[in-house]
Every structure is written in structure tokens, then in C-alpha cells.
């Protein structure tokens, strides 16, 4: 482990310069307390581990910089003194991916001088855009229950005669996942994983009995696309999950799903 004071650094990032890490999480820190006010690309459950591990070191400096391996992955920790509490930047990248330390250090500031001005995640996200790209190429959307509810859709505009008939299509693959669920065997723990057509699919992620497909061209590369489903997923379970345990048919409170939606993907 590396631990480092730290140094305002300030510098114009142009699109040119722009990084690909796996992960940023931003979380303040307020005694034995720890808020989580932003993050993308990383789990729930790797930006718990890393703030139980990191936390008294940073509580002990409040205000420095750590580099250090974890498994398979580099922990970049950036974190800042503002009174009461502690701004603390988690950055994850693979192990052997080289970065421009530079840039990370501006972004950081940039995110402190965000945060304490009270801004949106909006303009957070708009940030993060230069480490965390979005991916494109997903033409829609679906998320839906097994009892075939369509609990929200995000259509591209290239896709727009979709739009009406979303509920069809929500039937449809809930029904499909139902019937293959049963030539597979529900004791197998598998489920369907794509429906494909002439050159495009749905690729489906099942969740808690929550089906997410997302529809795109085949042959597409799917590692970094993946890896957001996952995460998307996550994210919408534990944003609704209570919603979900006592869902009465009103599908409204989804709809503010969208932006999370818009940090991952172009749809």
C-alpha cells in the first residue's frame, strides 16, 4: 500500500485524454458512518469491502491520497478534509492497465469543488464520463416481472415503432423465459440467455424474478456491455426493492430509473 499527501492538481482534461477505468465510487465519510453519494461501474458489494478496509486509514489522515493491489484490481483512494466529514473518491481499474495519475488527481478535484457546491449527480456523472465512458449500441430496453409487467422501457429512436407495442413485447418474453425455464429444469438454477433473430437479440439477465433485455445487433462485443447489465440490474434491485416485495401493479416509481439508465448506456 502507498499513502500520499495530497497536492491540488489542476488540469484541463480534453476528450483525447480521456481514461477507461472499471470503477468510481464516491462516498463521504462522517465517523463511523460512510453515505455513498455516487457511483458507477462498481458493485454494492466491492465499494462496502473497500470502504470497511480502507476506512480507519482514512479516518486516522482524513486528507491524503492510497495506491494499492487488491486481487485482481488497482484501488486508486482519493480523499479530502471537508468539514465534518470526509470526501472519499474510489477509483478501480484492472491491475496491469497503466494510467495517466495526472488526470486522475484533477478529476478528484474536480469532484471535491462538484460535491461541496452542492451540484447534482447530473453534473457528477457529466464528470465521470472522462474515466467511465457509456457504451452505445443497445437499441432498447426491457425490464419486466415474471408475471409479464412492464416495469420500464427505454426505446432509441432508431427502434421508435417498438414504442407501442412494448406491452406485447414484455408478454412475450416473459412467457418465452417461463417455457424455457421449464425444458430446462427450474432445479438447474439456468434460464434462457438470449433470444436471437436474423442480426439482432435480446440478451436477458434475471434478477430476483426480474427479467432485464436489452436489445442489440448480433456480434456485437459484449465485455464492457456485460459488465453494465450486471450492474444496471443491481442497481435497479436495490433501488426498488421494496417496491417490488409489494408491488400492487403501479409501475410510476420506475420511471426515475431512467438517469440511471443514461449513466451507463446510449440508448
Avoid: W
Avoid at 14 to 30: C, D, K, P, T
Avoid at 66 to 87: C, E, N
Amino acid at each position: 500500500m502507498i499513502v500520499l499527501e495530497n497536492k491540488l492538481v489542476e488540469k484541463e482534461i480534453s476528450a483525447s485524454e480521456s481514461m477507461e477505468l472499471l470503477g468510481i465510487g464516491l462516498v463521504s465519510i462522517s465517523g463511523r458512518r460512510a453515505n455513498t453519494i455516487f457511483k458507477k461501474g462498481i458493485g454494492n458489494g466491492l465499494l462496502k469491502t473497500l470502504v470497511k478496509f480502507y476506512k480507519d486509514k482514512i479516518i486516522e489522515k482524513r486528507e491524503g491520497k492510497i495506491i494499492d493491489l487488491l486481487g485482481s484490481h488497482t484501488i486508486y483512494i482519493h480523499f479530502f478534509d471537508v468539514k465534518p466529514d470526509i470526501l472519499t473518491i474510489f477509483y478501480v481499474n484492472e491491475k496491469d492497465k497503466l494510467i495517466r495519475y495526472d488526470l486522475l488527481c484533477s478529476i478528484s478535484n474536480k469532484l471535491v469543488r462538484t460535491f461541496c457546491s452542492n451540484s447534482s449527480d447530473t453534473e457528477i456523472n457529466t464528470l465521470c464520463e472522462n474515466i467511465i465512458p457509456k457504451v452505445s449500441g443497445i437499441s432498447a430496453l426491457f425490464i419486466i416481472s415474471r408475471a409479464g409487467h412492464t416495469l420500464f422501457t427505454k426505446i432509441s429512436e432508431q427502434k421508435k415503432f417498438l414504442m407501442s407495442k412494448y406491452i406485447q413485447i414484455g408478454g412475450f418474453i416473459s412467457a418465452i423465459t417461463a417455457f424455457s425455464q421449464e425444458l430446462i429444469g427450474k432445479e438447474s438454477g439456468g434460464h434462457l440467455e438470449e433470444i436471437n433473430f436474423e442480426n439482432q437479440q435480446f440478451i436477458l439477465i434475471i434478477k430476483n424474478e426480474i427479467i432485464f433485455a436489452y436489445l442489440l445487433e448480433k456480434n456485437k462485443k459484449l465485455n464492457q456491455i456485460n459488465r453494465f447489465m450486471d450492474l444496471l440490474a443491481e442497481e435497479f434491485m436495490d433501488s426498488y426493492r421494496n417496491y417490488l416485495e409489494d408491488f400492487n401493479g403501479d409501475i410510476e416509481p420506475f420511471s426515475s430509473f431512467k438517469p440511471i439508465v443514461d449513466k451507463y448506456f446510449v440508448i
